[in-house]
């Protein structure tokens, strides 16, 4: 099946460390998205590419990197510069009518 | 600026009750692309529709339709005949047709469906 798989589903980060969240496709998508969703505030942009060793800041991306490497993959790392990283992160890809594929989402919680 | 409203922050209704979600979005452009998704409480957002700036008709589907129009900026979602599961977190999203293909997404409608 074709699909954004996100991992890990849970994902807990002690104070100061950095984490990587993944992000694969298998849609053969060139765009691709890492959004952040907190409660009452909807999606805000992090960081996107539109092609491979190309990609942009969002609204949001103090704290955060990305790399793209491969097309399949755009992971993000979330550094200890991030202040408050506790949220829900969703991963997109752009389809052929421009629409937004997600991955099931990573909740990372800051212990 | 780009923007979306959904005013709307949290409807409830009873079973088989229609229900209209609200979207009025902001945007220079005369080109661009407006979009529906649903988030379950699983969490993934599943795509309904899009519709582009150039076709102001209708859609329906199933037991969903959508009604956008131009002259009030505005992209509103009705369920009709509303069940259980479409209990759920909605979101009105806005892109471009060219540049850079962000999608500018509303805060969210939460539907409760009450059995």
């Known amino acids: 099946d074709g699909g954004i798989t996100q991992s890990p589903k849970y994902l807990f980060r002690k104070e100061g460390q950095n984490v990587t969240l993944s992000c694969e496709q298998n849609?053969?998508?060139?765009?691709m998205y890492w959004y952040r969703q907190d409660p009452g505030q909807g999606l805000r942009l992090i960081y996107y590419?539109?092609?491979?060793?190309?990609?942009q800041k969002g609204d949001i991306a103090e704290g955060y990197s990305v790399s793209r490497e491969k097309k399949e993959s755009f992971p993000l790392t979330v550094t200890s510069a991030q202040k408050n990283p506790t949220a829900f992160y969703l991963c997109?890809?752009?389809?052929?009518?421009?629409?937004?594929?997600f991955g099931q989402g990573t909740r990372l919680t800051v212990v | 600026a780009q923007k979306v409203t959904q005013a709307q922050t949290e409807i409830s209704v009873v079973e088989k009750e229609d229900v209209t979600l609200d979207c009025v979005y902001e945007t220079r452009d005369t080109t661009y692309y407006l979009f529906w998704y649903k988030q379950p409480p699983s969490g993934e957002l599943v795509f309904l529709i899009r519709r582009n700036s150039f076709d102001e008709q209708n859609e329906i589907s199933g037991r969903y339709s959508w009604n956008f129009q131009k002259s009030t900026s505005s992209f509103n979602f009705t369920i009709t005949a509303s069940q259980v599961v479409d209990s759920a977190v909605y979101f009105c999203a806005l892109s471009y047709l060219a540049g850079t293909y962000k999608y500018i997404f509303g805060t969210g409608t939460r539907l409760k469906v009450l059995a």
């Open positions: 590419s539109q092609i491979v060793n190309d990609f």
């Open positions: 849609l053969n998508h060139d765009a």
């Open positions: 997109a890809s752009r389809g052929r009518i421009n629409e937004a594929f």
